[in-house]
């Protein structure tokens, strides 16, 4: 497989189901990268599956910039796509193009931003500069304390057709895919056959064209992985009987021999 890339991507809609996911570090980007995942997100999720956060709101710009150096110098074949922590897009449109500029050089294919109709604005000043976009609409997790919590969004008519509306607002401001999180499977279902960019789903059901899996849920890696995540491993249970037989073997004379 060549590298992946936007126009492969796009092309991917409607003829091969993707399955993506995050990575924050050169080791599990190029383990990723070599089981054939196409897209690989440097997540604003670092905040809480990597760095102790309770959500990703801490994330700063610095921390996105160095895991995004580290999975791009790894990943010979995934699409990189770095997360804009929150803040670093929210403080004009000059300030964000620079931040998203700073994300490509630091080896992003890439930049993924949180927000809908009232965003598509700065979508569309991205896509002007060469900056390719990912959204994401539904529910966009630097919105938890306005949501008071982590909780499905589009359960209403009305909040259905805001979310609908969103998603068709930023394939018109030039979105080459675009995340919908928790929304009902029906609504994800739908916005995929109106759109003709890739939507990538996270607890919205089958009927997208692709899959988000963070990868501490899919390594079993998170105590509290979400209901929609699957755990394709159990590295957590493997490395702590890696450590405990290190110190059994240290403390009883085995290690070093």
């Not at 990597?50 to 160095?66: N, S, Y």
């Not at 929304?183 to 089958?206: H, K, N, Q, Y």
């Not at 509290?224 to 110190?247: G, I, L, S």
């Amino acid at each position: 497989m060549k590298k992946w890339n936007v126009a492969a991507i796009r092309a991917a809609k409607g003829v091969r189901k993707l399955g993506c996911a995050t990575a924050y570090d050169a080791c599990f980007a190029r383990l990723a990268d070599e089981a054939g995942v196409p897209i690989l997100l440097v997540g604003d999720s670092m905040g809480m599956t990597t760095l102790g956060f309770e959500t990703t709101i801490p994330v700063t710009m610095e921390h996105t910039l160095m895991a995004t150096a580290a999975v791009a110098r790894a990943a010979k074949d995934a699409l990189v796509v770095a997360d804009m922590p929150f803040g670093s897009y929210q403080c004009g449109a000059d300030e964000a193009v620079a931040n998203a500029v700073k994300c490509l050089k630091a080896g992003a294919d890439a930049v993924k931003l949180e927000g809908g109709e009232s965003f598509a604005p700065l979508i569309r000043r991205f896509v002007e500069c060469g900056i390719p976009v990912l959204a994401h609409v539904g529910m966009m997790p630097q919105s938890v304390n306005e949501y008071g919590g982590f909780k499905r969004q589009g359960k209403t008519r009305e909040a259905a057709e805001k979310i609908m509306r969103d998603a068709r607002a930023v394939e018109a401001a030039g979105a080459f895919a675009v995340t919908l999180e928790c929304i009902p499977s029906d609504l994800a279902a739908e916005i995929t056959s109106c759109l003709g960019i890739v939507t990538i789903g996270v607890g919205a059901g089958g009927g997208c064209d692709a899959q988000w899996l963070v990868m501490h849920d899919l390594l079993g890696l998170n105590a509290n992985p979400p209901p929609f995540a699957r755990k394709y491993a159990d590295f957590a249970d493997e490395a702590r009987k890696a450590f405990a037989r290190y110190v059994d073997d240290v403390a009883n004379g085995a290690f070093p021999s």
